[in-house]
């Protein structure tokens, strides 16, 4: 039955001579293990290919809804994290494996005639590979992906004569990352490189089989057959990367920082660990040289890689004795080092944790401060003891469904609540502050109602009491007349902010806000409860 | 080819397909669990204020515009929703989704033979929401319903009959 079925397929298709073929292709004796780094790259780029695919069925790719479509995948879709794993770390053992590729190549001279070709497009494909890395570093649309796509085209803008065009072509007229930028990263990184690539894949590939598999230097023994020692060692290899891959998504957390801000000036970009060493070369030249750290030596450096097979011409000799290649190589992997290194050390940590998009963020800690206020005047007049929240009590539920009572109602209710209650005991724009709080309550604030921590309801009770909002815009509400209060501990420690309140101008001079003298309970409550509100 | 290098050989491609059947697992599983899962809840809908129910007249059922807010993967829309509403008695109040249950078609009242008329393949459903005729499989859907305080309130989850 099966034999039938694969004769069929034979004669009608011819592929099963054809994988025979495949797999029967004649191999130098002397391959062996250093010869399996091709497989595994191909395999990676299909790894990429396959993930990639499984994120686009879920992603949305514009600026308004990366960002959010992203972190719905990671938190809200089963595997999701697992899949966006795959393919982060995917990307980055990508690299790897075809910068050994390269290298496992170049040591042993396998580029030189008739080869030349194969090694040209080789270093076309290292090309893309980091073309997807860094169109693929802007579309998770955070802090990092958007600051360190600000700095990549900034570097591209510099290129002599060509610059401002690359800019336009990039979709960034005068340096602004935006949607249009966005859609041509996204084009590349999807449609333009992978059908490129395929097909460089596949011109690899016939070069391969048409100039076969370079025998080290000295082998003249009999022919192998591929299949299937060979395919075994590449089987093992590729096992051996996807075993490290999948530990990696499934043990390291891939970072989602806040949402990308334009107006963010605190954020330090630096660019994916592959890239770190351009970073730090920039590093080195200033001023007018800049373009030679940026633009020049790069240039060179992939030029020299193309003219590799033309500038070595000599006859195939033993890997051992490539002296010169060797030497190279290690060169390139200590500059390599010393310079990521470098960049490591020299990078100030960034002022954002790299998880901050995927922390969950308490209600209270979103919803304006005169809402956290009202919650309080709520506890504060025992409202609770007949309003029962998410239950029908004595009274209505408060969180089923807003209070259609007018303002006035509700001011005269919450003074004498029911015959023989105790009035309450706050004041005219507490009260109505209340009052617009049970008729105007969204979803945060419900969940904010049942449990909010108390030191933060009343950091935001002494907040109100003050009227900061006059002043200060926290949470969406407030006057935008002193610095908006989003995000205080980024930039200030909790002994700046507790002290600064008693004397303004000694801490920043030139403030215009008056002093303010709380007794320590609420100066605690205040502080505590404004280093918790996050950007 | 003596026996020692047939085993040898055979040994080889169960290992090969052994390990390449384990990457594809690896690769597959959590592709289909993506894929087929449903998203983790999000938060319930809110019950929403539909009408008032001293305006509706017994018997006779009217279609209502209200507001609500669902979850569309990572967005949470507001928008606006009809609900074919039928006041049974003054506290029993039944809010019929707006599609039909064949083809998800709008349908109507018609108001001459006192039923339900979906215009695309002609179901026809009672006031209590049972099929008369047609092609469809089940009685209307329904939103769930409350009154409190005279107000007819809408959780827009559909259940389903």
Redesign the interface.
């Known amino acids: 039955m099966f034999r039938n079925a694969l004769e069929w397929l034979e004669n009608r298709t011819g592929a099963v001579s054809a994988i025979h073929h495949f797999l029967y292709e004649d191999i130098p004796d002397s391959s062996g293990w250093h010869q399996v780094l091709g497989s595994v790259a191909l395999f990676a780029f299909l790894?990429q290919f396959?993930?990639g695919i499984?994120l686009a069925?879920?992603y949305?790719p514009t600026p308004g809804?990366a960002y959010?479509?992203l972190?719905?995948i990671v938190?809200?879709?089963?595997?999701?994290s697992?899949?966006r794993g795959?393919h982060h770390w995917g990307a980055s053992l990508m690299i790897i494996v075809v910068v050994l590729h390269m290298t496992q190549v170049f040591l042993w001279g396998a580029y030189k005639k008739p080869r030349e070709a194969t090694w040209l497009v080789g270093c076309v494909l290292l090309l893309f590979t980091l073309a997807y890395g860094l169109t693929g570093y802007l579309l998770p649309w955070d802090n990092r992906a958007y600051w360190g796509t600000v700095v990549t085209t900034q570097i591209a803008s510099q290129a002599p004569l060509a610059g401002p065009y690359i800019l336009r072509l990039l979709g960034s007229d005068g340096g602004a990352i935006g949607v249009v930028t966005f859609a041509r990263f996204y084009a590349v990184h999807v449609l333009l490189l992978p059908v490129l690539t395929v097909l460089l894949l596949a011109i690899h590939l016939i070069l391969v089989r048409r100039h076969g598999v370079a025998p080290s230097a000295g082998d003249f023994k009999p022919k192998k057959k591929f299949y299937?020692?060979q395919?075994?060692k590449d089987?093992?290899a590729?096992?051996l990367w996807?075993a490290v891959l999948?530990t990696m998504a499934v043990a390291v957390k891939v970072p989602l920082g806040r949402t990308a801000d334009p107006t963010d000036t605190s954020f330090i970009p630096r660019p994916e660990w592959y890239f770190l060493f351009l970073f730090q070369i920039l590093k080195l030249f200033e001023g007018p040289l800049e373009i030679v750290g940026s633009i020049v030596l790069p240039t060179l450096a992939v030029l020299a890689l193309f003219l590799v097979p033309f500038i070595d011409r000599g006859k195939m000799i033993r890997v051992r004795q490539r002296t010169g290649a060797i030497s190279l190589v290690a060169l390139g992997a200590l500059g390599w080092a010393g310079l990521t290194a470098r960049a490591i050390a020299t990078t100030p940590p960034s002022t954002e944790s790299e998880n901050a998009g995927l922390e969950h963020i308490a209600a209270w800690r979103q919803i304006p401060p005169e809402n956290l206020a009202a919650i309080g005047y709520f506890r504060k007049e025992n409202c609770g003891g007949c309003h029962l929240l998410g239950k029908s009590g004595s009274a209505?539920d408060l969180t089923?469904?807003p209070s259609?009572k007018p303002v006035d109602w509700l001011i005269h209710h919450f003074r004498q609540p029911a015959p023989g209650a105790p009035p309450a005991q706050l004041n005219a724009t507490q009260l109505k502050t209340l009052a617009t709080f049970v008729t105007r309550r969204g979803?945060n604030d419900i969940e904010a109602w049942k449990n909010a921590p108390q030191p933060a309801v009343d950091g935001a009770m002494v907040y109100d009491a003050n009227h900061c909002a006059m002043c200060h815009v926290l949470n969406g509400s407030g006057n935008n007349v002193g610095p908006a209060l989003n995000g205080l501990a980024d930039r200030r420690a909790r002994d700046w902010v507790k002290d600064h309140f008693a004397d303004p101008a000694k801490y920043s001079p030139g403030s215009t806000m008056p002093p303010f003298k709380f007794n320590p309970r609420d100066l605690d409550a205040i502080t505590g409860y404004l280093m918790q509100i996050p950007k | 080819m003596d026996n020692q290098d047939t085993s040898r050989?055979g040994f080889?491609?169960l290992?090969?397909n052994a390990?390449?059947g384990?990457?594809g697992l690896?690769?597959a599983v959590?592709?289909v669990?993506?894929?087929l899962?449903k998203?983790?809840a999000?938060?319930s809908p809110?019950?929403v204020?539909a009408a008032d129910v001293n305006t509706l007249a017994a018997g006779e059922p009217r279609e209502v515009v209200f507001l609500r807010s669902r979850v569309d993967?990572?967005?949470v829309l507001n928008e606006k929703a009809t609900a074919w509403v039928v006041k049974m008695d003054p506290q029993n109040v039944v809010a019929y989704s707006p599609s039909c249950t064949h083809l998800g078609c709008a349908y109507h009242w018609d108001d001459q033979a006192k039923q339900f008329v979906c215009p695309c393949h002609a179901s026809i459903f009672s006031i209590d929401g049972k099929v008369l005729a047609g092609p469809a499989p089940r009685p209307l859907d329904r939103y769930l319903t409350r009154v409190?305080?005279g107000?007819l309130?809408i959780s827009p989850t559909i259940q389903k009959s």
């Open positions: 790894t396959f993930t499984l069925f879920n949305a809804d959010d479509s972190r719905y938190t809200q879709l089963t595997a999701g697992l899949i795959l299937p020692e395919v075994l089987t093992v590729t096992f996807f999948v209505p089923a469904a259609q979803d | 050989r080889y491609s290992l090969i390990l390449s384990l990457m690896a690769l959590p592709a669990a993506y894929l899962s998203p983790k999000g938060k809110d019950w204020d993967g990572w967005r409190d305080n107000k309130l």
